[in-house]
């Protein structure tokens, strides 16, 4: 997954503590391969390889399929095609939809054995497999050549999923979202004869294969066919130091992590610290922003969890960071009476790997194998009205329902760099926001979903209530994340607002990824519930 925090649980341990197959690169073929490993029901291993980071959904496959090359995906694309098998893919296994594991997946293709980070000195960019996971990615990235891609928080996101839907994290207000670097994905796909092959896809409009690229830029996964390299280079970045080519993260960062007792808050002022949140954002999205430097979550963990936090990354080797961090912290907490709350919990100065580390350890469930949750997201171009703010403070305050992880995140991973780009440039199409939103929870007991669902759901709907139940993109909102993949979209009972699940994902790009769609998938081989459909 790549969203920020979730779960309420943010802030309290950071303060503890041509179509053609690409030859193989040299470094590759100096290793040998692994070859292909299948899973069969009776295997011990079946079970863990067919269930995800959420708890509630499994599949029933004939198989699963572990794949270690490109070469080893075709086959096994090209095995279930002609078997007449529905087809699904895993990447880093963080889709919170049923989209993977379901029951009408036969054939579950794995991409853990395709995790190399290397540099392809003949693309003069960075390849990165599409099995690679977050944190794998940063440590080889920063510790190899000393740069990055400015991706989420959660270390076992894998890359796959994260890039294709975007890819957004502490960096991306500085230095733009993930897909903004990608300069160009192979892919496997299956034509209308029903053959699989490996494309190579570029951001060079004059690449033939373009379209295909501008579809793994925020099209989301599962469409189109699978993502087994990406390669990753700044725009416009050139010369033969790999070290100058992709995103140079700041040698420190300011760590800031408040933690503001529920006890402080009544309905007024946390309708106050909702909406003084969304204004500095909202007065700080333009591209040209100073505040850029700066990004930031609010973690509004229900009450039972007895804090919300605010954590808080600033670029320390920019002018100013001190006083923009300062400045940022009294403006969120103006009129709550916290000040000396927030004077008691200092920033960190930190090297920014180790930043990032203490970050993914502070937030338990990231790593937890064993939760069942849902989720909602939500674009905001300007702040949420008082109403909207007191609709969550009702849910999170609400005494029949008391799981500390249930919890409303407002994630200031928009604007700034990303809203540089233009909408219709790469296939994400939210490039005018201020920031977004995570409203979600999660649990472990199967007897909770009715009471965790059912909360979230009326959360969602009382937030969005005058817009038919959703974000619907106008003046202040401006649809969903695709990477927070939400299965009641798609279902009128709560998408009253009569605006399609694809617009509120994709906006106007809808009808060229239908185009996309239709070129390099047109037997709809890959597919979900909510994928690209043929037009």
Same mark, same amino acid.
């Given at each position: ?221 599962? /469409?189109? $066919?699978? @993502? ?8 416009? #970045? %050139? *010369? !033969? &130091? ?61 009450? /039972?969890? $007895?804090? @919300? ?8 080797? #920019? %002018? *100013? !960071? &001190? ?78 329902? !008391? ?133």
């Amino acid at each position: 997954m790549n969203g920020p925090s979730r779960r309420g649980l943010l802030g309290g341990a950071v303060l503890a503590g041509g179509a053609a197959a690409l030859p193989a690169s040299p470094a590759r073929a100096a290793a040998p391969v692994a070859g292909p490993v299948t899973v069969y029901p009776a295997d011990p291993r079946y079970q863990e390889l067919t269930v995800g980071y959420n708890q509630r959904w499994v599949g029933s496959p004939d198989y699963v399929r572990v794949v270690s090359s490109t070469a080893q995906v075709v086959t096994a694309v090209q095995e279930a095609v002609d078997a007449g098998k529905r087809i699904s893919v895993v990447s880093g296994g963080h889709c919170l939809a049923p989209f993977v594991f379901n029951p009408e997946v036969e054939v579950v293709i794995d991409l853990s054995g395709l995790d190399e980070v290397s540099f392809d000195a003949r693309r003069n960019a960075f390849a990165v497999e599409g099995g690679a996971r977050l944190s794998g990615v940063y440590d080889t990235l920063y510790k190899k050549w000393g740069v990055t891609i400015p991706g989420g928080m959660c270390p076992t996101v894998g890359i796959g999923g994260h890039a294709t839907g975007g890819g957004y994290g502490f960096l991306s207000r500085q230095s733009g979202a993930v897909i903004d670097h990608l300069a160009a994905v192979e892919v496997v796909v299956v034509d209308r004869s029903g053959t699989a092959r490996a494309v190579i896809a570029s951001r060079d409009p004059a690449d033939p294969h373009h379209d295909l690229w501008w579809a793994c830029t925020g099209g989301g996964g599962g /469409s189109f $066919g699978i @993502v087994t390299r990406f390669w990753f280079r700044t725009p416009g #970045a %050139s *010369g !033969a &130091d790999p070290g100058r080519l992709l995103v140079n993260p700041p040698k420190d960062v300011l760590l800031s992590a408040v933690g503001i007792p529920w006890s402080a808050l009544d309905r007024a002022k946390f309708t106050t610290l909702v909406t003084n949140w969304g204004a500095w954002y909202e007065q700080h999205a333009a591209p040209a922003s100073p505040a850029r430097i700066l990004s930031g979550v609010a973690s509004l963990a229900h009450r /039972s969890s $007895g804090n @919300v936090f605010l954590l808080t990354q600033v670029d320390a080797t #920019a %002018s *100013g !960071a &001190d006083r923009l961090l300062g400045d940022y912290l009294g403006a969120l907490t103006a009129g709550l009476g916290v000040d000396a709350v927030v004077a008691a919990q200092p920033p960190q100065r930190l090297p920014w790997l180790r930043a990032v580390k203490l970050i993914a350890a502070g937030i338990p469930s990231f790593i937890n194998p064993t939760l069942r949750g849902s989720s909602k997201s939500a674009y905001l171009r300007r702040s949420y009205t008082p109403e909207q703010a007191g609709a969550m403070y009702d849910a999170l305050t609400r005494t029949g329902f !008391a799981n500390p992880a249930a919890a409303v995140t407002l994630a200031g991973f928009s604007g700034g760099a990303i809203n540089a780009v233009p909408p219709s440039r790469t296939a994400l199409a939210h490039r005018d926001a201020a920031f977004w939103t995570l409203f979600e929870t999660q649990w472990r007991d199967p007897a909770g979903d009715a009471a965790n669902i059912g909360w979230l759901r009326e959360l969602y709907a009382s937030v969005w209530s005058a817009t038919g139940g959703y974000p619907v993109p106008g003046d202040q909102a401006d649809g969903c994340y695709v990477n927070n993949p939400d299965p009641d979209i798609t279902d009128p009972a709560f998408n009253r607002s009569g605006v399609p699940w694809h617009t509120l994902y994709h906006k106007a790009n809808y009808p060229r990824l239908q185009q996309v769609k239709a070129a390099y998938d047109p037997r709809d081989v890959f597919r979900h519930a909510q994928s690209v459909a043929l037009p």
